[in-house]
């Protein structure tokens, strides 16, 4: 089974603090990405990466930035926590699709930041 | 830009009910499309998916979902629901850019199955 792991499941942080936040994949998978899910406004994707040191921005990516030196980790970085960031932040994996096509992404079980 | 619509934010229905969940998209190119479920604290996991073929998809947990090109719709289905169907559930589109599937998530419908 692919398994996706996220450092922590529940995160507690000042204003101003800078914060991080792993996901592992055991699965070699080429893609990874990182969301942030909240009440009545789903997932939106903050940054994904197609391979080691590559990354490109999604739909909000103000306020972080992110890392993959490894294949298996994928690093969400709030350089600076603010009030706004509070939310659940789900990480996910997928290999390349054949012929093109896109793949399924499996996802780890989310990390509940509070930012005060 | 593709999007999608999920118009109904909360659906209860009683077990053994049929249950409909209503998904629109809009896009100017070719979309694969996707169910996903979320239970109670957990992340997310696929129902199922349409990448081409036969518009009728059958995926896990007894659920079904028809693409119908024509109305831009991916309707998610199930004819008999159990308590433990009670979770969120998100349709998703992918518009294919060659580097990737980077997925578009609708907002969410909150399905609660009652007795």
């Known amino acids: 089974d692919v398994k996706v792991t996220q450092s922590s499941r529940y995160l507690v942080k000042r204003t101003g603090e800078k914060v991080f936040l792993e996901c592992v994949q055991d699965m070699d998978h080429e893609n990874m990405f990182w969301y942030r899910q909240d009440p009545g406004l789903g997932l939106r994707l903050i940054y994904f990466?197609?391979?080691?040191?590559?990354?490109e921005k999604g739909d909000i990516p103000e306020g972080y930035s992110v890392s993959r030196e490894k294949k298996e980790r994928f690093s969400l970085i709030l350089e600076s926590a603010s009030t706004n960031q509070t939310s659940m932040y789900l990480c996910?994996?997928?290999?390349?699709?054949?012929?093109?096509?896109?793949?399924?992404?499996?996802f780890g079980p989310g990390t509940r930041l509070t930012v005060t | 830009a593709q999007s999608v619509t999920q118009l109904d934010s909360q659906v209860p229905v009683f077990e053994e009910a049929p249950v409909e969940l209503r998904c629109n998209y809009s896009s100017s190119v070719s979309v694969y499309l996707f169910w996903y479920v979320q239970y109670p604290n957990q992340g997310l996991q696929l129902l199922l998916k349409y990448l081409s073929g036969s518009t009728l998809v059958k995926g896990i947990n007894g659920f079904e979902a028809e693409f119908n090109k024509s109305q831009t719709s991916f309707h998610l289905r199930k004819p008999s629901v159990h308590i433990s169907d009670t979770a969120e559930y998100f349709c998703a589109v992918s518009v294919s850019t060659g580097g990737g599937n980077k997925l578009t998530f609708g907002t969410g419908t909150q399905l609660k199955v009652e007795l």
């Open positions: 996910a994996s997928s290999p390349p699709g054949l012929a093109g096509l896109p793949n399924e992404q499996y």
């Open positions: 990466s197609y391979d080691v040191k590559m990354k």
